[in-house]
């Protein structure tokens, strides 16, 4: 059996896992998903790489020492003096640089270990005991080292909704958009994991009726919701990505939420960008879901009119949207749950993935194992589908409603923000698990 | 002695070295200057921890290892098993992170090494040998590891000049730019060392008689005349650096060249920020001059007014410019000689790097050991003080003369563009090396 073959039954949507809960319908890690992450326990302190099955973590170090588990090492891998294995790391990196054919790998021994009908692990009690690590026992940390963080502007609804507040509804779209999967640089060093509280920022605010800015805590303080893409092969300085290689260098997707301070960021960025409005923190999901296991919600991407530039052009039949059904929830500090504020999808995108890291390269521009490329935010063509609070309340002048009593126009303090994301299967589903933040009042 | 009193001994102008080349009045690397780079020679391919004297490089764990040089180690310094020297790295990182304390250490140690009347490496065939590198048979490798890069725009005199050439000659600086030392991020993984041939890159143009843009080579091919600072103490997420403790975390600084492509930029920059007219290369200089040994050159920053917010308050008599002579050369292929064709000096900046790392860091935003902080393009008052092509030859409308012949509006392939700045002490003066790249042909 070819890898193909192998890889395809990793797929097969009748597969079942011996850890039960995989199996519940509304489980975002069922044995079709097995995303990576990294991730510690109080029994041991050490981050380290695990893929998510149910609400269990697979500790793939503890599967690979077992002899469960076998890396497949590139052949041009030359093993350092005291090379720890690759699963014994703060960060997948280290896996991830091994390349796709080490990732899909990894992916077939554990859908077979983990298949209803495999007795090798599932009868092996003390093993167990070593190798699956229960979540609610778990400390999930940043998955990958992020040497750089880009993000794109690639939702039409959403740059149309920008456009038609702050400039003219009848031209909302700037020229170049259309022509361009616009993005810009962002700040790498203040991205999260999901959970770590978030703090409002402080910064210039530019009062419509005094002459100068003042100093203070944001007061339109929203969020983006966004996923994003992790590279997982990089490409050298001065040799662009084709775009019809690019989704080869793509090692999976997470939710990202883009946290935005608009007050600031409406005063600052003219004529170079987004800064301290966007830098005081970005959210990941903590798990990785590969694009193996997103190959069956492949989707037509919308259709591109005008036809781009030939380095952006895919194949007239490719499918390169991905059905991934998103939510955006939020909850004030005293409420039991939280209101579903915002549902939308991620098919919705106009460029994709592979246009935007086509074009990221071809100025000759290098990536590396590890990059974060956010998606921008993911609007739907209805009011309810706006991925940020600055379209869902039109700039604070529609106010939406929580379940529990109480209106926001943008995040109060202590309201918890989770994005969600999942891929609907037929009696399953591929989820990304949540991206969730807490916001902190502003340090004083 | 206190470690201040030896350290303002190490910047005495009438200090001479043992080293014969490095007391020639025009030399960059006297004994008062003691820069930090990674190189390696043909001896030992391995990129380690140098510093410049003369026409010599220090090879400092040659030093360490021969017991002439002592690492003084925080006392929060935990030896990790295995360490290496933090001098046998391939970047200056580990060195950088031990702290203020450790480089001072290491520059008094190496000024009373490397001064006339010492003898103890001087007389020391065998092992000056083995600790001192030739630097025409070295390689300078970049200094750091980079894991963010931020370009500001702090110039007064080019962000006017910019607004005169593409907005309103009356209004030149937009409303914010005198209130924010604006800035943006920008790509870390190109950035390169001085030496590294720079690709023409390829991308979106859109000229004035086509409706749609055209995927092509960069036609207006520009430079920009910057230093970086390199930061040397980082600041935790969501705990920013007063303006008055600013330099404290600065280790030292550097010449930068944010090569530009104009008419990428032109179509690309709305609304988000330049992108792909940035990332394809950045060049600094292999030599990082340290905070420690500017010292003498300090000069007040030019009036601010309005005064900045308090957050950017510099205290009244403080002097946070440095005077630093900073030059462009042009040399065309086949030409002998280059031709300088701009001069200028740092200390025409508006905004000093404090207040860029207060401002960078307000929002709670986190900096990392390593970080690059460009100073945007450093343009002086006179039309041959400017920083950028874009300025010299007003966006092309008057070229400029190359001494052998030949004009020039933007950068020819084949022209090696080269960035000289140094410090005029008497008698000496403090140098940054060159920042040096030639222009290779588009990719086809």
Redesign the interface.
Known sequence: MSIGGELQATLDASRKSWIGTANDPACDFPIQNLPFGVFSDRNNHAPRAGVAIGDRIVDLGALESAGLLTVAYPATHVAQK?DASVFARDSLNAFIALGRDAWRSVRVQLSALLERDNGRLRDDETLKSRALVSMSDATLHLPVEI??YTDF?SSKEHATNVGSMFRDPANAL???WL??P?????????V?VSGTPV?R????L?LPDTP????GACRKLDIELETGFIVGRGNA??E?IACADAEDHIFGMVLLNDWS?RD?QQ???????????K???TTISPWIVTLDALEPFRVAQPVQA?AP???LRHRPDGKHGFDIALEVRMRARDARHATTIARTNFRHMYWTMAQQLA??T???????VG?LMGSGTISGPTADSFGSLLELTWNGKKPIELDEGGTRTFIDDGDELTLAGWCQGDGYRVGFGTCVGEVLPA?K
């Open positions: 005291n040497p750089g502007y700037l020229p170049n022509e361009i616009i993005g810009y640089n962002g700040r790498a060093s203040s999260v703090r920022p402080n910064g210039q530019k100068r800015p003042v100093f300085l001065g662009p301070a600031i005063w600052e960025y003219v004529p170079l960008g987004p800064f301290n409005s830098t005081f923190a005008p530039l030939d380095y074009h990221h071809v100025s000759g521009c290098n990536t590396r990059d340090k």
